[in-house]
């Protein structure tokens, strides 16, 4: 006996129907009276009537739907405790951004005085799928290009995880507020040839790898021949701080640029598009805490 057999059962039985239970249960009416049977068979009993019109409960079937119901009411009141316990642990994952990692400390410092504690790792898509489909992260945050969704997704439903975008971002150039173009309202494709720059470390499925071939369509593949190149948010803000040197990104939160001394200028010829979004596993109810950081998330970008 499996405990799907039992939710099952007690949606075909409130349902009425093994039609109305399918509907409730994302599956075919077949494949809920094949369930069923199966439970039949491995009970030795008939637990629906089966009619025209649906399905009732038989004699049996009632005394077997009242016992399903209260261990299916157990098991949610274990999964709940489950719940409390994780939400005062919030475990993360997330590709390098600095947008991300500054709304984390304001999240931080928003708990302060209360019993949790957190953990935030920073890494690759990879890195960061393993992370979540491990449990060693609830929740991990990345960047999707639109061309990739499809395919990305794909992997992701195989590893029984989903993953739900946030934002969706074009692409603007970063610059230092002392730059001599910071005050530009946008920017060309031939004036994008003119620039020095600064990049981002690639990583398959990431923002970086689907930035090289923006950088391919825009016709400034050379022009990155003598960028400088880091995986350290920190560096990057800095250079771009104090030196000329500009920054393809996907703009998230403007107000996040106030913390530091970065304009961020559109580029009229960008058509591509970008996925934040988050990866978990699939039908897990995230923790209190992780619901909370969400919620930050939406009110900052």
């Known amino acids: 006996m ?6 099952y059962l007690v949606t075909a039985a409130e349902a009425g129907s093994f039609s109305n239970a399918s509907e409730v249960l994302y599956t075919t009416p077949s494949n809920v009276s094949k369930v069923i049977k199966k439970l039949e068979k491995s009970l030795q009993m008939t637990l629906f009537t089966r009619r025209g019109t649906g399905v009732c409960l038989t004699a049996e079937g009632e005394k077997v739907y009242k016992h399903a119901l209260e261990i299916i009411k157990r098991i949610d009141h274990i999964e709940t405790i489950n719940r409390e316990k994780k939400s005062q642990f919030l475990s993360i994952s997330m590709n390098p951004s600095n947008c991300l990692a500054t709304i984390f400390a304001r999240f931080c410092k928003q708990q302060e005085g209360k019993a949790i ?26 960047y999707v290009a639109d061309k990739q969704k499809v395919i990305f997704e794909h992997i992701l439903k ?44 690639e990583d398959a499925y990431s923002r970086s790898h689907h930035l090289q071939r923006t950088i391919e369509e825009l016709g400034i593949s050379k022009n990155l021949d003598n960028a400088v190149t880091t995986n350290s948010d920190y560096a990057l803000i800095r250079t771009l701080e104090h030196t000329n040197r500009v920054y393809l990104s996907y703009r998230l939160n403007s107000e996040i640029e106030k913390d530091f001394s970065i304009r961020s200028i559109p580029i009229k010829c960008s058509d591509g598009k970008i996925h ?26």
């Open 158 to 201: 195989r590893k029984k995880l989903e993953f739900v975008t946030i934002k969706e971002s074009s692409l603007s150039l970063e610059v230092g507020e002392n730059n001599p173009i910071a005050k530009k309202t946008d920017i060309t494709a031939d004036q994008l040839k003119e620039l020095q720059y600064i990049k981002h470390y």
């Open 276 to 301: 934040l979004g988050y990866v978990k596993r699939e039908k897990e109810i995230l923790s209190h805490l992780a619901e909370q950081f969400l919620e930050l998330i939406l009110s900052e970008i």
């Open 2 to 7: 499996e405990l799907k057999q039992l939710e």
């Open 117 to 142: 504690s957190f953990r935030m790792l920073e890494g690759s898509v990879n890195e960061i799928i393993s992370n979540v489909e491990k449990d060693i992260s609830e929740i991990g945050f990345i």
